[in-house]
């Protein structure tokens, strides 16, 4: 695939297809409901503080070894230390698992788009009868995969870049229009509320908040699995990391706080309860649609706008798997792209199938749905992670941390130091004390 291989056509570009990774379903949908299960303005009040200290380092990291190395995850990992190609395994693993769970909330987003195009806003009760179906939302599922696919095979320029490029700028526009009419409902304010103030309660253990709070902030920023490496491996040298580091975070937060701005809130306000599951979004959307004159309408063009999101998104992990075989196992892009296709449907059927068919089948008291999200974002993400940190600030060494980092910048590099200092030392004794604490 190496002959294949696009470049991003601009900076511009590249920072919209890693902001288009990063910023998706786990924005939109996941961020509010694990905000919402996990005791409001405590969890956000950690998230935050992950997204700056362990996101930014992390994945600075994951964009120089990309870049310098100019491989797939694996090999690049090796490309720094022949030893160290577990590191990018992870990657290639997790996303597979990530995939076959996202596939079954890109099918929902299918559903809903064609429901409120065609036939109307559903009732808050729809999902809750939707999605213990057998058939159906497999289907649905299917055809989510195989639209990023599609995309896939074009290759990365062609496709990703260019789509992302319109559905971002967008999406930002709705969401802060959506948000000020949820505002001036009755009720939101206690929603505002919940979302922004940190408290202790005796139900939630702090660790626990602590751990998901860093697990959602690993899957939002599309972090230690390999995506970022990937993407860094398009990426020329005139780039200045640093600057899109950040712009990558700070986009993918402020569009995280707007989402749980609208959710949550609409759920105090035409909800009742907050149900804080996997279902809230498409439980509270309809609702606030409803009330708005045209909402069938803007239902469709949001409903639209998330479906791209999760596209662009779903695109880079599929891009992991495909480019590993392609580079690995010599596979054509196409052939390449469409077994990792396959795959992630095989074992998203289990994840869909997890609400209706398989609710008895429990891991650990959790549905299989919930689990693979769990050992996604709680076991694999951050021990790719810390493999990372360790790979780019104590195996390569920090003058060559420090070089590739410096490579695009205008001005020099100052921070070298400190970035190192964080990777080689900080951020991997955070991740690890956050996972002990919970033993
Ligand atoms: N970050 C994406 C989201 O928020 C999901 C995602 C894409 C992802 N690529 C990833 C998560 C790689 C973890 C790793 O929706």
């Known amino acids: 695939m190496s002959s294949e291989k696009g470049k991003w056509s601009s900076g511009f570009g590249f920072i919209m297809a890693s902001a288009g990774s990063a910023i998706g379903l786990g924005n939109i949908w996941k961020f509010p409901y694990m905000t919402a299960r996990n005791g409001g303005g405590m969890f956000l009040l950690f998230y935050i503080i992950f997204a700056l200290g362990i996101g930014v380092p992390v994945l600075l990291a994951e964009l120089a070894v990309g870049r310098y190395a100019q491989k797939n995850a694996v090999d690049s990992c090796r490309e720094i230390n022949p030893k160290w190609g577990f590191a990018g395994y992870f990657g290639v693993i997790c996303s597979v698992l990530v995939l076959s769970f996202y596939s079954v909330v890109g099918g929902w987003v299918i559903k809903y788009l064609s429901v409120s195009a065609f036939s109307g806003i559903p009732s808050p009760l729809f999902f809750g009868e939707y999605s213990v179906k057998a058939y159906e939302p497999i289907l649905f599922q299917a055809l989510f995969i195989l639209i990023c696919a599609l995309i896939v095979i074009k290759g990365v320029s062609g496709g990703i870049e260019k789509c992302s490029e319109i559905m971002l700028p967008l999406l930002i526009v709705f969401l802060i229009g959506i948000m000020f009419f949820v505002f001036g409902e009755e009720n939101a304010a206690e929603g505002i509320k919940y979302f922004l103030l940190p408290r202790v309660s005796e139900e939630m253990p702090l660790s626990e908040i602590i751990l998901a709070a860093m697990g959602q902030m690993f899957f939002s920023l599309s972090l230690g699995m390999g995506t970022l490496i990937t993407y860094g491996s398009y990426l020329s040298k005139e780039n200045d990391l640093i600057k899109s580091t ?3 975070v700070i986009l993918d937060t402020v569009i995280a706080l707007i989402a749980g701005l609208v959710i949550i809130p609409s759920a105090y306000a035409f909800g009742g309860e907050i149900s804080a599951g996997a279902g809230m979004i498409f439980e509270t959307l309809p609702a606030v649609f409803a009330k708005i004159r045209g909402g069938r309408i803007i239902m469709t063009v949001m409903f639209l706008l998330i479906l791209l999101a999760a596209v662009t998104s779903a695109i880079s992990l599929l891009e992991v798997f495909s480019s590993f075989l392609a580079d690995r196992v010599h596979l054509k892009r196409k052939p390449a792209v469409l077994l990792s296709a396959g795959l992630c449907l095989a074992v998203g059927i289990a994840a869909s199938l997890s609400f209706g068919v398989l609710s008895d089948v429990k891991i650990f008291n959790m549905s299989i749905f919930d689990f693979v999200i769990y050992l996604a974002d709680n076991v694999i993400m951050p021990v790719g992670a810390v493999s990372i940190c360790i790979l780019a600030g104590r ?34 004794a955070i991740i690890i004390t956050a996972a002990v604490i919970n033993f």
């Open 246 to 248: 950040f712009t990558i």
């Open 395 to 428: 195996k390569w060494g920090k003058e060559n941390l420090k070089r590739e980092i410096s490579l695009g910048r205008k001005k020099p590099l100052r921070s070298g130091n400190l970035i190192h200092f964080i990777l080689n030392y900080a951020s991997p």
